[in-house]
């Protein structure tokens, strides 16, 4: 039971290099979220897909751009990649936008810009 | 704006002692409250969450109680065993959306 697969792992870029993460969810979610986590801030929301078709921008948007393939892929893209989005990045899904329903997460991508 | 805040860590215990992480909130409305637990090397992954006021949500030991009084949900274990070595996030949704807001999240450390 595969749940949330996040690729790659890891990946070292040089400052200006683009990036494409990868997610994907067989939990038959409607919903997908990308947050990154830094030391001593918890994790941020970048954006989030709360059904297939529609995207919308989190807390910390600036510098990403993301794609909801389809119903189980939700991708990240780092355009031109900066010392400052050195973090580790996590895909999460829920089954509905309910407030109340947990959301699962992926194992994470760390990634070192230069 | 809406807001977690955790205690500081790390929390370092001998095993079989007793736990509590404090953690409050800032929210307009009522929200839906979570525990999350990282392990080394992982995603997070819930522990306990918790409704409306007065909900305790439990899972492996562990215990909190949304309090809408004091705006806490304080994460307790009677009991802590070195493989509790992780860190917790404490979080919220409001009322409308699931847009987790998350504390900085606390180490917790359990020597044998």
């Known amino acids: 039971n595969a749940g949330v697969t996040q690729t790659p792992k890891f990946q070292v870029l040089k400052t200006g290099q683009s990036m494409t993460l990868q997610c994907a969810q067989d939990?038959?979610?409607?919903?997908m979220y990308w947050y990154r986590q830094d030391p001593g801030m918890g994790l941020r929301l970048i954006y989030y897909?709360?059904?297939?078709?529609?995207?919308d921008k989190g807390e910390v948007p600036n510098g990403y751009n993301v794609s909801r393939l389809n119903k189980r892929e939700f991708s990240l893209r780092l355009e031109s990649a900066a010392p400052s989005q050195t973090s580790v990045y996590f895909c999460a899904s829920s089954e509905s936008r309910s407030s109340n329903q947990p959301q699962h997460f992926g194992d994470g991508t760390r990634l070192s810009i230069l | 704006g809406n807001s977690v805040t955790q205690m500081e860590g790390p929390v370092t215990l001998s095993e079989e002692a007793f736990l509590t992480i404090n953690c409050t909130y800032t929210?307009?409305?009522?929200?839906?409250l979570f525990w999350y637990v990282q392990y080394p090397g992982e995603g997070l992954q819930l522990l306990l969450k918790a409704t409306k006021a007065d909900d305790k949500g439990s899972n492996k030991g562990f215990e909190a109680t949304y309090r809408k009084e004091t705006t806490s949900f304080h994460l307790e274990k009677g009991s802590v065993q070195v493989s509790d070595s992780a860190v917790y996030f404490c979080a919220l949704t409001p009322r409308i959306g699931n847009k987790l807001v998350f504390g900085a999240g606390t180490i917790l450390r359990v020597k044998s």
């Open positions: 939990m038959n979610h409607n919903s």
């Open positions: 929210v307009t409305g009522y929200p839906s």
């Open positions: 897909s709360a059904s297939e078709g529609t995207t």
